[in-house]
């Protein structure tokens, strides 16, 4: 149980296109959940909350315009990159929250790695 | 500065060894302190947390805290080549649910 699924695992854009990537929980249902980005060397950092229904929270520094977020059902949240730039260029991973089984945990999807051309 | 610390690695050691992952972080907020292991390709799995300083024990795996050092460590004992991943250390001020502050993660390869 508990796993999370992310479509593609790997995109090719021309600079200046808007890419969607999908995240789903899909055996429990995800009230929240984390978009995380990931550059070459360096920690996974969030940048933005979701939760279901409502607007997403951003964290410092991550432009909202540019990364759009959507937490549209209890198990599908969309990240959007807009106007995609090649410094855009990394490994984006999500994560769904669960609290069935008695249990209050994050479970991470396999990740997608957006190539900006 | 980064909130936190850890050695990128790569750590190589033999079948057998005990292993020791350690991170260090700057922010006494922080109460939860994760480890996660992560194979390639995949995401992040959720291997052991604790809750402020001490240590607790899973298996192989321990985990220890020092609040006062801001200082963890996993120690893995008799490691496996299947224990050969990427560990990260995480931490949060309000559970394993909330926002997560990863290290960069430690590349492990046992060998046979």
């Known amino acids: 149980g508990a796993v999370v699924s992310q479509h593609p695992s790997r995109v090719i854009c021309k600079s200046g296109t808007s890419v969607k990537i999908e995240c789903r929980s899909l055996?429990?249902?995800?009230?929240?959940m984390f978009w995380y980005r990931q550059f070459p060397k360096q920690s996974l950092m969030l940048m933005a909350t979701s939760n279901e229904g409502s607007k997403a929270t951003y964290e410092q520094g991550v432009e909202k315009d540019k990364f759009l977020i959507n937490h549209a059902s209890l198990t599908l949240s969309t990240l959007t990159v807009t106007s995609a730039h090649p410094e855009d260029s990394s490994f984006y991973i999500c994560?769904?929250?669960?609290?069935?089984?008695?249990?209050?945990?994050?479970?991470f999807g396999p990740g997608t790695r957006l190539t900006v051309l | 500065q980064k909130e936190v610390e850890q050695d990128p690695g790569p750590l190589s050691v033999p079948e057998g060894a005990i292993v020791s992952l350690n991170c260090t972080y700057s922010n006494s907020a922080f109460q939860y302190f994760m480890w996660y292991r992560q194979y390639s390709r995949k995401g992040p799995e959720l291997l052991m947390y604790?809750?402020?300083?001490g240590n607790k024990e899973d298996g192989r795996f321990t985990a220890q805290v020092d609040k006062s050092s801001k200082y963890i460590s996993l120690f893995i004992r008799d490691s496996q080549p299947s224990d050969s991943a990427t560990y990260l250390c995480?931490?949060?001020?309000?559970?394993?649910?909330?926002?997560?502050?990863f290290g960069t993660g430690t590349r492990l390869q046992v060998t046979l």
């Open positions: 604790t809750y402020s300083s």
């Open positions: 995480a931490m949060s001020m309000s559970g394993t649910a909330s926002k997560l502050t």
């Open positions: 994560s769904a929250r669960s609290r069935e089984s008695g249990t209050d945990t994050q479970y």
């Open positions: 055996d429990f249902q995800a009230t929240t």
